[in-house]
C-alpha cells in the first residue's frame, strides 16, 4: 500500500489499511466493522420494539478476535443509545463455557476480569463443560457418559479429531440449553465469514453436512432463534481491528493463528480446515466469502415432529436419507462389549466420527 494514500470514504485521513481492495483510515475502517455487524442484527430482527419488553440475548465468549468484536460492537451501540436516551432493545447476557478440563490452555481468569472491567453493564456467567448434565445435556450411551465426568467421556475417544468434534458439539449443545434455561430470546454466535466456512467444510468432511443450514444460517435452531452477526466479516479484519479501538482489545484475545500440531495424530479435520481457510482467506478472501455464500443457499430438510434426535448432536435423524455407508438407525446405535445396544440414535456424523475406535 502506498503511504501516501488517502481514504476512500473520508477522502480526507490517511490510510492505514486496504479492506477487500479499498484504501481506509483507522476511524472509516472501525465504522465499517461496526456497520457490517449493525445490520447483520437488524436483518435477524431480534431486537424488540419501543414498546415490546427488552429481549435477553446470549452472547458466548471464546476470548477470540471474533466473540470479543462482536461485544464491543454491540457495547457501543447500547451506550449510544443510553446516551441519545433510547430504548436499547435488548439486554446481553455474556457466557463463558470453562473448556479447561478437556482442552488446556492458560489461566482465563485474568482475560474474565479484565472483559468485566472493560464491559462492566452486562450480565456475565461462567461455567464449566463439566456441567452439562446439570443443564440437561446428556450424551446417551457414550464410554462414560453415565454420571461420569466430562473429562472422561472425552478421553475415552479414539482420535483427537473425535475429541475436537465432541468438545465443539458439547459446547453448542451447553450454550443452548443455558439459553433456554435462562429465557434468552436468542443467542448471538460470535462465528465470522472465514469460521463459518471452516465450520462448512468440515461439517461435511465428518458426514454431518445435512446439519449445515442448523449451524451456520440465521434463524431457529435447536429451538431458539441463532444470529450470526459476524458472519460479513472475515478473520483478518477482526484481527486488524482488535488493535485499532481505543484503547486496543487485544488483550482480550486468547487466541493467537492456529497452530500446527507437532504429531499428525494430534491433526484433526477442524485444525485442517483452520489452516487452510488462514491461507485462504489471506490471499483470496472472495473464495472463503463465497463458501458461506453457497452454504447460505441450503435449504434445512424439513423436520417430521416425530423425528428422532441424535442422541450426541442433537440434530435430527433422518432415515434412508444419507448416502455412503449409512445404515439404519438401529444399527446406527452403538454395541457395547456384550453386544447389546446402548443409548439413542446416531445421526451419520455421530455415528462414524465419535464412535470411532
Ligand atoms: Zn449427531
Known amino acids: 500500500m502506498s503511504q501516501q494514500a488517502s481514504c476512500a470514504r473520508c477522502q480526507s485521513s490517511e490510510a492505514e489499511l486496504v479492506v477487500r481492495a479499498e484504501h481506509l483510515c483507522r476511524e472509516c475502517f472501525l465504522k465499517y466493522v461496526a456497520t457490517k455487524v449493525l445490520k447483520r442484527l437488524e436483518m435477524g430482527k431480534i431486537r424488540g420494539g419501543f414498546k415490546e419488553l427488552q429481549k435477553t440475548l446470549l452472547l458466548p465468549v471464546s476470548f477470540g478476535v471474533s466473540s470479543t468484536t462482536l461485544i464491543h460492537v454491540l457495547d457501543q451501540q447500547l451506550r449510544n443509545r443510553v446516551q441519545q436516551g433510547r430504548h436499547a432493545g ?68 479414539a482420535s483427537a479429531t473425535s475429541r475436537a468434534d465432541f468438545v465443539e458439539i458439547a459446547r453448542r449443545r451447553l450454550v443452548v440449553a443455558f439459553a433456554k434455561k435462562h429465557a434468552c430470546d436468542g443467542i448471538l454466535f460470535g462465528d465470522s465469514t472465514t469460521r463459518l466456512a471452516e465450520r462448512t467444510l468440515s461439517e461435511t468432511a465428518k458426514g454431518r453436512g445435512i446439519a449445515i443450514p442448523w449451524l ?91 423425528a428422532q434426535l441424535c442422541s450426541i448432536c442433537g440434530q435430527p435423524v433422518f432415515i434412508g436419507s444419507w448416502g455412503g455407508d449409512q445404515q439404519s438407525v438401529t444399527s446406527s446405535q452403538s454395541i457395547d462389549s456384550n453386544g447389546s445396544q446402548i443409548g439413542g440414535a446416531r445421526c451419520y456424523g455421530c455415528a462414524r466420527i465419535v464412535l470411532k475406535r
Do not use: W
Request: with cysteine.
Open 216 to 306: 451456520t444460517a440465521d434463524g431457529s435452531s435447536d429451538g431458539i432463534n441463532c444470529i450470526y452477526p459476524m458472519r460479513d466479516l472475515l478473520r483478518k479484519e477482526l484481527t486488524a481491528y482488535v488493535g485499532m479501538t481505543t484503547p486496543p482489545l487485544t488483550s482480550l484475545i486468547l487466541e493467537s493463528s492456529t497452530r500446527t500440531p507437532s504429531s499428525s495424530k494430534d491433526t484433526t479435520v477442524d485444525g485442517l480446515m483452520s489452516q487452510f481457510f488462514e491461507s485462504v482467506e489471506a490471499n483470496y478472501p472472495s473464495i472463503v466469502a463465497n463458501v458461506v455464500r453457497t452454504s447460505g443457499r441450503l435449504v434445512a430438510p424439513s423436520v417430521p415432529e416425530d
Open 90 to 157: 435488548y439486554n446481553l447476557h455474556l457466557l463463558f463455557i470453562d473448556q479447561s478440563t478437556v482442552i488446556a490452555h492458560m489461566d482465563i481468569g485474568s482475560y474474565i476480569d479484565l472483559l468485566k472491567q472493560r464491559y462492566p453493564s452486562h450480565c456475565f456467567t461462567f461455567i464449566s463443560l463439566e456441567d452439562c448434565s446439570s443443564y440437561g445435556v446428556e450424551f446417551k450411551g457414550l464410554l462414560g457418559s453415565n454420571g461420569g465426568r466430562f473429562q472422561d467421556i472425552v478421553s475415552g475417544m
